[in-house]
Structure formats: structure tokens, C-alpha cells
């Protein structure tokens, strides 16, 4: 058992980390305040051909693989949790076509994203169907003048990068609407410049300002048999169950960034004769946070390679949803600490921690919430997918 990452991953990590020290940590406060999608890091990132990572090679990327992708996500979001969802992007409305996708969809969609040319999302959630996947309403009805062909209507909501995505990979229901059959949901692959496609609004949000959440609308939209996506809930589950690491790294990176911008603070910082981080208090605080961020790495740096190796079907999800459900509270855990080892300091605009505190909370609810995840691993321990003799 090997707990140290090979050569090839140490220096996508170390790469990718001055990249983070020298492009992203300078702008992650102008990101924030503006709220204006960061081109320029898009574009470092396509030059470091950090935008294939999970992709493989056989469609234009690296073939790096999800934990390629979780080492570079962490490092970015030691200073930006924005940067670190637009690599995200680069995998979640892919995942289903890598699983599930023919030849012919691989080939047509996955290049252009790892090569940087085109952006995508990912259309599951709706007004009135968050976590409870099943009671979608957004439907896709036989398209009477293609055989094969869909017609889709309906509203997908919180779609994050729903303004930039050139394409969506979108979630719909095939019978009626009311019935809750797994097998009553397709999904399918839909260009963002097809007829009847809008993006009319725009989320305000708390935090992970600078890549839009949007409303994607679809008011009688074409799709043909060539962008009919097989699997249905099935592929919803997959799908969603490979992206935890991927999402747990954002946690990982966050509270890295967040524990050690206030460690720094309060070794610096005078109090009462000494400084603050003389106090054994404060070092106990300290610790336990820097012990919570190394067991969240272990778990999911375990989760990825199961996830790399086609190991994302029921029996492997406690283990999957372990990483997502720690490593997200422990960035809230530790972003809170930062604002309060930083006292009234951290609280303000002028340090990072009242960032990193805002937009560690989006964590917990992304791509599965906590109380979400917990229900999964405690139905795995019940049926013995998760036992220990």
C-alpha cells in the first residue's frame, strides 16, 4: 500500500501550484468583488492543459483521471473555490458522456473540452427537485417528425456555468411526469444554440462569485436521436457518485488555504505579551483542524482511485460519499475557525476568511448535500455494502 502519489501526479501538483501562487491568489479577491467570469484563468489553464485532466487521451486530453483532477482542484482552491468549480466543470457534464456516451458523442464533445474550445454544464436540478432527483418535471416527449428524436420542456435551475456552457448534458423525464420510475428518465446531450434554448436568469449568490449560476429553459427544444444519451437514473447515480472526490478536493483545498492563511495571522499577531498562537488553546484548535484536512485527503484521495477505476456503482458509495460529506464540513469547520482566530479582523473584507467562509458553504449542499450523503452511507452500512468482517 502506497500512500504516496506517483511522479506524474507530483508534478501535475507542483505545477499546478505555482500556477495557483502566481495567477489565481492575486485575483481571488478581484473575482469575488466583481463576480465576472475569470477569462484569463480559463485561459492559464488551457495553456497548461490542465483543462482535460479527466479526459482521456483517446479524446484530447491527459488521461490524468479523477484523482489527476482532485490533486489540481485542491491546489486551486487554496486561494480561489471559483477556479476550482471551473476545473470541476471540465468533468461533471462530461462524466456521462464518458459512461454512457457512444463513439460518435465522445468524439464530437470531448475534445473541444479539453482543448479548451468549448464549455459545458450540467442540467439535473429544478425548482422543485433538488436532491429528490425522481421528481423532476422537465420532459422529454417522442419527437413526432424524427424518429428517435426528443422534444424537451421544462426549467433546470442553479446550473452552474449555465452562461458560459456551449452545450448541456440534461436530465428529463421520458413518461409522465407525475410517475416516479427510474426508468422513466433519459438523458441527453443539447447544444446551447438550439431553437428554443434560453438562459433567462441569473443567480445573486453568498459566495463562489465569478462563474455564473443560471435558469436554463426549454421551451420545445429539438434534440435528435445522435444526442440521446442512454442510462437514465442509473446514469444520474454514476454519474453524480464519481464527481464526489472531485468535489470533496474544493473542501480539502479550502481549508488548507483558510487554516494556513490563519496560522500565519495569528503567529504574527501580539496579545496579552506573547502572540495569540502561543496559547496552547489556539494550537489545540489548530490541530485538530490540520488532523480533520489529512483524514479527508486519505478519504478521498481512496474515493478518486476507486472512482478511476470504475468503481462508482452502489456497492462502492458509502466509500465515495464518505469524501464528500467530511471534507465539506471540515471546510466549514475550518473556514469558521480562520474567522475566529482573526477576531473581528476576519470578519472583514480585507482578509480572505470571510471569503473562504462564505463559500465553503456551498459545499455542503452541491452535487448531493451533507444530510443527503449521510442518508447514502447509513443505507450502505444497512445492506452491508460498507461491513467490517
Not at 464526489?244 to 495569528?266: C, D, N, S
Request: hydrophobic share 40%; glycine share 12%.
Amino acid at each position: 500500500m502506497d500512500f504516496e502519489l506517483s511522479e506524474e501526479l507530483r508534478g501535475l501538483r507542483d505545477t499546478v501550484r505555482r500556477l495557483a501562487q502566481d495567477k489565481i491568489k492575486p485575483r481571488a479577491r478581484e473575482i469575488d468583488t466583481s463576480g465576472l467570469y475569470p477569462q484569463d484563468i480559463f485561459d492559464e489553464f488551457k495553456k497548461a492543459d490542465l483543462l482535460g485532466l479527466c479526459i482521456p487521451e483517446a479524446y484530447g486530453g491527459s488521461g490524468a483521471g479523477i484523482l489527476g483532477l482532485t490533486v489540481a482542484i485542491e491546489e486551486v482552491t487554496k486561494y480561489s473555490n471559483v477556479l476550482g468549480l471551473m476545473l470541476l466543470l471540465t468533468r461533471l457534464p462530461t462524466g456521462p458522456v464518458m459512461i454512457a456516451g457512444t463513439e460518435e458523442q465522445k468524439q464530437r464533445y470531448l475534445p473541444g473540452i479539453a482543448s479548451g474550445a468549448t464549455r459545458a454544464a450540467f442540467c439535473l436540478s429544478e425548482p422543485g427537485a433538488g436532491s429528490d432527483v425522481a421528481g423532476m418535471q422537465t420532459r422529454a416527449t417522442p419527437d413526432p417528425e424524427v424518429a428517435g428524436g426528443f422534444i424537451l420542456n421544462g426549467t433546470k435551475c442553479w446550473i452552474s456555468g449555465g452562461m458560459q456552457a456551449d452545450w448541456f448534458t440534461v436530465f428529463a423525464k421520458t413518461g409522465d411526469p407525475s410517475s416516479r420510475k427510474h426508468t422513466d428518465i433519459g438523458a441527453f446531450i443539447v447544444d446551447a444554440d438550439s431553437p428554443g434554448l434560453t438562459r433567462p436568469r441569473v443567480d445573486k449568490k453568498m459566495g463562489v462569485k465569478g462563474i455564473d449560476t443560471a435558469e436554463i429553459v426549454f421551451d420545445n427544444v429539438a434534440v435528435g436521436p445522435e444526442q440521446v444519451l442512454g442510462g437514465g437514473f442509473l446514469l444520474v447515480m454514476q454519474s453524480l457518485n464519481a464527481m464526489r472526490p472531485i468535489v470533496a478536493a474544493r473542501g480539502i483545498g479550502l481549508a488548507e488555504g483558510a487554516l494556513m492563511y490563519a496560522t500565519e495571522y495569528v503567529k504574527n499577531r501580539p496579545a496579552f505579551g506573547k502572540t495569540i498562537a502561543d496559547f496552547q488553546g489556539i494550537q489545540w484548535e489548530i490541530a485538530k483542524c490540520a488532523t480533520e484536512i489529512e483524514a479527508a485527503r486519505l478519504l478521498t484521495y481512496r474515493a478518486a482511485c476507486l472512482a478511476d477505476d470504475g468503481k462508482f456503482t452502489k456497492e462502492y458509495v458509502p466509500m465515495l460519499s464518505m469524501c464528500k460529506y467530511y471534507a465539506s464540513e471540515v471546510a466549514v469547520k475550518t473556514s469558521g475557525l480562520a474567522v475566529q482566530l482573526l477576531g473581528a479582523a476576519g470578519y472583514m473584507e480585507e482578509h480572505p476568511t470571510e471569503q473562504y467562509y462564505r463559500d465553503a458553504r456551498q459545499l455542503t449542499i452541491v452535487e448531493g448535500t451533507s444530510q443527503v450523503q449521510l442518508g447514502l452511507i447509513g443505507r450502505g452500512v444497512l445492506g452491508h455494502d460498507m461491513w467490517w468482517d
